[in-house]
């Protein structure tokens, strides 16, 4: 398929069956700030990753983490990213530097990509982007992509009665036969609703070490559906495979990690700053794909960096899952 680029690490470990770990794109070029940190606790970030450099934009330094984090734990990260009129799956490190610095990139879900393989402008892969990008290399016989990290999936956001903003995460997680491994549900949209909708479409919701809904900065939501307990990752691999027997290899699983508790915000001070970032998005007319990205660049101003650490924490730590995961499913 010519605009598909596979980088040949990625290729290689492919066709081996060697684990791997496809990365969505879009917190890099969407979903954090393109400064170097500037908030208090910077030896908290260090801690997380101690190559971490500090004067370097928190998105590119974000993206380097988790191929970091990715190889340290043994398996090959599959980085995927539009640009240049192609899908690209691997980057070199000279690649990711270009789409996190890139001022014009955006990001792209499965609506917006052919837009951007068009217009032949960068574009971030969200969660559904990076799935498509697995589909298309699973098309293209190269192999069997099985797992993808994220820091929280999309979801149904707050007003969904009046207008049904959902996340196209959510359908294109039901359709492609890979595991999402997430802390869950990002908090800055209506989490039980997006619970609700995922069971409606038929993706089983795994909890590692919880039954409550893992949602993102926040901890676990109550009112959320329960989900599956799983003791380890052993358990998780053994639900996904009997899963994917079920339903013929069609469908995705969400692997749900809690962040630890001391590093979650107190559920009051994030649906504060939500509430407070909604308003501010009606007040400044941004709808569609531009409200993540809004909502959590609000959060990270209104808890002065705070929201952006436990971000951060859940990527990494979800990478590394993720690793360990693809491991035992290759
Ligand atoms: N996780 C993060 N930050 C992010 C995202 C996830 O910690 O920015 C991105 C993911 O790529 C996810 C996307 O797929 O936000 C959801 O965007 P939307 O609600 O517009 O579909
Ligand atoms: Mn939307």
């Known amino acids: 398929m010519e605009r598909l680029v596979v980088h040949p690490e990625v290729r290689e470990a492919l066709a081996e069956s060697k684990p791997v770990v496809f990365l969505e794109t879009a917190v890099t070029t969407a979903g954090l700030p393109r400064t170097a940190w500037a908030w208090p606790n910077q030896d908290r970030i260090t801690q997380l990753d101690s190559d971490w ?7 590119l330094e974000l993206a380097r983490a988790m191929s ?9 990260p599959a980085t995927t990213v539009i640009m240049d009129g192609c899908w690209h799956v691997g980057l070199e490190p000279t690649e990711v530097e270009r789409i996190a610095t890139d001022e014009s990139a955006s990001k792209a879900s499965v609506s917006t990509a052919a837009a951007a393989l068009h217009t032949g402008s960068t574009a971030g892969t969200t969660v559904s982007g990076a799935l498509t990008a697995a589909s298309m290399v ?25 207008r049904p903003d959902v996340s196209a995460d959510l359908s294109v997680i039901a359709e492609t036969p890979m595991t999402v491994v997430s802390a869950g549900i990002k908090s800055i949209v209506d989490v039980p609703a997006t619970g609700e909708w995922l069971e409606t479409l038929g993706v089983p919701i795994l909890g590692l070490g919880t039954h409550e809904m893992p949602c993102f900065i926040a901890g676990t939501d109550p009112d959320a559906p329960a989900v599956q307990f799983v003791h380890h990752l ?11 027997q079920a339903v013929n290899g069609k469908g995705g699983v969400l692997l749900t990690v809690p962040l630890e508790a001391a590093s979650c915000l107190p559920r009051e001070v994030v649906q504060k700053a939500n509430i407070n970032a909604e308003q501010a998005a009606s007040a400044a007319g941004v709808t569609g794909p531009a409200r ?7 959060m990270a101003e ?17 990478a590394a899952v993720a690793t360990k995961l693809a491991c035992r499913l290759s």
């Open 138 to 162: 699973r098309s293209a016989g190269l192999g069997t992509p099985k797992v993808l990290a994220t820091g929280g999936i999309g979801g149904v956001h707050h007003g969904w009665s009046d």
């Open 53 to 59: 450099q500090l004067d370097q934009s928190t998105n």
């Open 68 to 76: 970091r984090c990715v190889r340290a734990n043994g398996a090959i």
């Open 292 to 298: 993540t990205p809004f909502l959590l660049s609000h």
């Open 302 to 318: 209104a808890t002065e960096g705070r929201s952006l650490i436990a971000n951060i924490s859940l990527l990494l730590h979800n």
């Open 234 to 244: 052993e358990e998780a691999a053994d639900l996904v495979q009997l899963h994917w």
